[in-house]
C-alpha cells in the first residue's frame, strides 16, 4: 500500500521558516518524480513545487520561486520542502504527491497534508 | 501559464442524475489532462488521467472525454458517495495548473 505521511507544518510568523518533510512507503521512492500541492482555507489546489525522480531538475510556481526549496532523500525515501521568507497568503494544507512520471505529470497518490499558518 | 476553467462551479443534483462537468484550458493541453475528486477535510483521489483513462479502482460511472482545451467529466449515474469537489488539472507543461473546482452538492 503507497502511504505518504507529511510533517513539519505548524505555526509560523510572517518571515520565519518551516521545514515540510513526507515520508513515502510502498513504493520505489526512487523512481517518481514528487511534488508539493497546497490548498489555503476553502479555496482551491495550487500547485506549488516539483522535483525529478534523481532530484536534478525543480520546479516552483512564481508564487514561490526564490523562497521555496524542494529537495529529497532517495536513501531515507523523504521529500522535503524548506520554505523561507513566509507570508499569510502562505497559509494552506500542503500535500505531497507522487507522481505517475518522473516530471509534468498527474499525481497518482496524495498524503494527507500538513497545515502551515502564517499569522503573527 | 495554462488557465483551466472550470464549470459549473456548484452544481445540484440528485442520486441517479447524470452529471457533466467541463474543463477548459486557454491552450491546448495535448490531452494531457487529470480529473480528482475531494471531499471535506480528505485529500484529492485521481480518477482520471490522459483525459479518459479511468484510474484503478475507480467506478465505471466516472469517464473522461475531450481534447485541446475542451473536456468534459460525466458520473453516469450519481451515487451517494460522488458529492464532493471536482477539479481538473494539466500537465502538458509547467506551471501545472488545477481549475477552480466544481461542488456537487445535493439537490
Known amino acids: 500500500e503507497v502511504q505518504l505521511l507529511e510533517s513539519g507544518g505548524g505555526l509560523v510568523q510572517p518571515g520565519g521558516s518551516l521545514r515540510l518533510s513526507c515520508v513515502v512507503s510502498?513504493?520505489?521512492?526512487?523512481?517518481?518524480?514528487m511534488s508539493w500541492v497546497r490548498q489555503a482555507r476553502g479555496k482551491g489546489l495550487e500547485w506549488v513545487s516539483g522535483i525529478t525522480s534523481g532530484g536534478g531538475t525543480t520546479s516552483y510556481a512564481d508564487s514561490v520561486k526564490g523562497r521555496f526549496i524542494i529537495s529529497r532523500d532517495n536513501a531515507r525515501n523523504v521529500l522535503f520542502l524548506q520554505m523561507n521568507s513566509l507570508r499569510a497568503e502562505d497559509s494552506a494544507i500542503y500535500f505531497c504527491?507522487?507522481?505517475?512520471?518522473?516530471?509534468?505529470?498527474?499525481?497518482?497518490?496524495w498524503g494527507q497534508g500538513t497545515l502551515v499558518t502564517v499569522s503573527p | 501559464d495554462i488557465q483551466m476553467t472550470q464549470s459549473p462551479s456548484t452544481l445540484s443534483a440528485s442520486v441517479g442524475d447524470r452529471v457533466i462537468i467541463t474543463c477548459r484550458a486557454s491552450q491546448s493541453t495535448s490531452g494531457w489532462l487529470a480529473w480528482y475528486q475531494q471531499k471535506p477535510g480528505k485529500a484529492p483521489k485521481l480518477l482520471i488521467y490522459?483525459?479518459?483513462d479511468l484510474q484503478s479502482g475507480v467506478p465505471s460511472r466516472f469517464s473522461g472525454s475531450g481534447s485541446g482545451t475542451e473536456f468534459t467529466l460525466t458520473i453516469s449515474s450519481l451515487q451517494p458517495d460522488d458529492f464532493a469537489t471536482y477539479y481538473c488539472?494539466?500537465?502538458?507543461?509547467?506551471?501545472?495548473?488545477f481549475g477552480g473546482g466544481t461542488k456537487v452538492e445535493i439537490k
Open positions: 510502498g513504493f520505489t521512492f526512487r523512481n517518481n518524480g
Open positions: 488539472q494539466q500537465y502538458n507543461r509547467y506551471p501545472l495548473t
Open positions: 504527491a507522487k507522481l505517475d512520471g518522473d516530471y509534468a505529470e498527474y499525481f497518482q497518490e
Open positions: 490522459r483525459a479518459s
